[in-house]
Nanobody, 115 residues
């Protein structure tokens, strides 16, 4: 299993970023995919999750209405569109997949929201 995130960076408050996660080494279309984030000194928290077929999504209350998770099973890719970014969204963002009760993570991509 290999997950590679990209798309992070420095953005001003109110700005947007689109994170990507390229997956390989497993049957991508068979598994839910998640985005988590971890801010300095805090525990990793769930941001968004999408079902295997993409028909259902769920979000942390803190990002509802601002973030959108989506996927393309033909491209083995999941995205996180982040709009109206706030300073408190600053964190390392991780793509995750739970396969056979084991979690797999990418290396993470840093998102910094600052003026």
């Amino acid at each position: 299993v290999h997950l590679v995130e990209s798309g992070g960076g420095l953005v001003q408050p109110g700005g947007s970023l689109r994170l990507s996660c390229a997956a390989s080494g497993f049957t991508f279309s068979s598994y839910r995919m998640s985005w988590y984030r971890q801010a300095p000194g805090k525990e990793r928290e769930l941001v968004a999750i999408i079902t295997s077929g993409g028909g259902s999504t769920n979000y942390a209350d803190s990002v509802k209405g601002r973030f959108t998770i989506s996927r393309d099973n033909a491209k083995n890719t999941v995205w996180l569109q982040m709009n109206s970014l706030k300073a408190e969204d600053t964190a390392v963002y991780y793509c995750g997949a739970q396969i056979s009760a084991r979690w797999y993570w990418g290396q993470g991509t840093q998102v910094t929201v600052s003026s």
